[in-house]
Nanobody, 115 residues
Framework: QVQLVESGGGLVQTGGSLKLSCAAS????????IAWFRQAPGKKRELVAS???????GYVNSVKGRFTISRDNAKNTVYLQMNSLKPGDTAVYYC?????????WGQGTQVTVSS
C-alpha cells in the first residue's frame, strides 16, 4: 500500500507562484512514477507532469517552461513548482503514484488563480 498526501494549494493572482508537495508513505519502494494531474470543473482529469524513479521528467505542453517537477528521495516527497500561473491553471491538483500492480491517488489540493 502507498499513501499520498498533497499540500501547498491556495489562491494566487495571475503571474504568481505556488509550490505543491506530495508526500508518499507506505511501500514507497514499489513506486515507479509519480505524477501530478489536475481536474478543472467540467473537464477531464489531465496529466500535468511526471517524474520517474530514474529522474526522467515530462510535462504537458501547456505548462512547459512554467512548471517544474522534482523529488526529494530522502523525504519521499515530490514537488510541483508552478510559476507564471494563469487562470486556466485553476483546478484540483492530484498526486498519482504508479506501481507495477496499481495506481494510488492523493486527496487533491485546490489551486485557484484569480485574474
Amino acid at each position: 500500500q502507498v499513501q499520498l498526501v498533497e499540500s501547498g494549494g491556495g489562491l494566487v493572482q495571475t503571474g504568481g507562484s505556488l509550490k505543491l508537495s506530495c508526500a508518499a508513505s507506505g511501500n514507497t519502494s514499489t513506486i515507479n512514477v509519480i505524477a501530478w494531474f489536475r481536474q478543472a470543473p467540467g473537464k477531464k482529469r489531465e496529466l500535468v507532469a511526471s517524474i520517474s524513479k530514474g529522474g526522467n521528467t515530462g510535462y504537458v505542453n501547456s505548462v512547459k517552461g512554467r512548471f517544474t517537477i522534482s523529488r526529494d528521495n530522502a523525504k519521499n516527497t515530490v514537488y510541483l513548482q508552478m510559476n507564471s500561473l494563469k487562470p486556466g491553471d485553476t483546478a484540483v491538483y492530484y498526486c498519482n503514484a504508479e506501481t507495477l500492480w496499481r495506481d494510488y491517488w492523493g486527496q487533491g489540493t485546490q489551486v485557484t488563480v484569480s485574474s
